[in-house]
């Protein structure tokens, strides 16, 4: 039954839209309703225990951050419980996941779900590509006009959206030796005209690479440190700046980092540096401060992380995040090296946008490390 459910939602979280809504909340419903589904059943049948204590403190730190955030001053701060409870669902579904007893047969099973998924999605941007859409030609919004691409959006309602997607997907194709499948959907991101899923892409491979053994990890780490460093240093003292668009993520970045250390709106003379302003606050607070500001997400879900949740939160969501790269094996066993590559290629993502504020994303993300970790408890062979 968790089988069936876990790729129902696969097949439906993309795809499903509700004529009149936004794109985005008819798969958010779905992706949560899914994931409760498959939490629920988990919880019945008995989960393994989870070995990323990491994970854990930040999902009970979260619980400080709601009481010491502004509450009064910002209407009891329910999103702060919205947001907690997504992030309570997804959890489930990651425990539930990870603690599947499926054999490396049905492993590719799920996987090859989602490549047919980013087949079915880089097909049809390719038809929007040539003016082909009967369902979301119409259905433009301001921020999606302003990209190059705007046709182009999949089903997921935006180009830098649906190339994250698509980019997270490739892969796994080339795990399933679904070559003329990696080279369907590295089209269908290329006409999409995303730096962002471009450059997680070509890091990706980077990171593969690296996994090659010890040493090659290491020697990788450190040119690529290097050259982002580099890069970085270019940017700010040349006018190599010029050549870079960054639809004003930078800027907007810099005044984040500031507005952490600053009483997050007017009247409150408080700051929250520490704890953060609270889980979920970005998206209701952030725009507030000035009426010409349409910033909703940070376009960065690690700033914006930093946002809501302090120095604390921040430190234990990253260093969860770092605990589930130690992979048993990494370096030999193929199933971790392609999970743990495209893991890696969806969290590059997030630093330029905001993939796992959205049902899709999330419900793919949960996947792949609910696979990933299954690997701990249970034999895979590559």
Request: proline fraction near 3%; charge should be positive.
């Amino acid at each position: 039954m968790k089988r069936f459910l876990l790729s129902l939602g696969l097949i439906v979280t993309p795809f499903i839209t509700i004529r009149g809504m936004n794109t985005r909340d008819p798969k958010m419903i779905a992706a949560i309703a899914i994931a409760m589904a498959l939490g629920l059943l988990g919880i019945f049948n008995g989960t393994k225990p989870f070995k990323n204590k990491w994970v854990l403190a930040f999902v009970g730190f979260l619980l400080v951050n709601i009481f010491l955030c502004p509450k009064p001053a910002i209407v009891g701060a329910f999103w702060a419980w919205e947001s907690l409870s997504k992030i309570l669902i997804f959890l489930l579904m990651f425990l539930s996941v990870s603690s599947m007893n499926l054999d490396l047969k049905n492993k590719k099973n799920i996987i090859n779900i989602m490549v047919w998924v980013g087949i079915a999605m880089s097909a049809y941007c390719i038809l929007q590509s040539f003016g082909i859409d009967q369902f979301f030609a119409d259905a433009a919004t301001q921020a999606r006009l302003h990209t190059p691409s705007y046709k182009i959006c999949g089903t997921l309602g935006h180009p830098t959206l649906v190339s994250a997607f698509i980019a997270m997907i490739i892969p796994l194709s080339f795990y399933l030796k679904k070559y003329w499948a990696s080279a369907l959907m590295l089209v269908a991101v290329i006409i999409t005209k995303s730096d962002i899923a471009a450059g997680a892409l070509v890091l990706s491979l980077i990171f593969y690479i690296g996994l090659r053994n010890k040493k090659t990890a290491i020697i990788t780490a450190i040119l690529t440190t290097i050259l982002a460093s580099a890069l970085t240093f270019a940017y700010v003292t040349t006018p190599f700046k010029a050549y870079i668009k960054d639809s004003g993520r930078f800027a907007m970045w810099a005044d984040v980092f500031k507005s952490t250390n600053k009483p997050a709106i007017n009247g409150l003379k408080q700051k929250y540096p520490i704890t953060g302003i609270g889980i979920g606050s970005f998206g209701k607070i952030y725009h507030t401060k000035d009426k010409n500001n349409t910033w909703y997400q940070a376009h960065n879900e690690y700033l914006e992380t930093y946002y809501n949740t302090g120095v604390i939160g921040f430190i234990l969501f990253m260093l969860g995040w770092m605990t589930f790269f130690k992979r048993r094996n990494i370096f030999s066993n193929q199933y971790n090296k392609y999970l743990l590559t495209s893991f890696f290629c969806i969290s590059v993502c997030a630093a330029g946008t905001f993939p796992w504020q959205l049902g899709a994303h999330a419900y793919y993300t949960i996947t792949i490390l609910g696979l990933l970790t299954q690997g701990e408890y249970y034999g895979i062979e590559s």
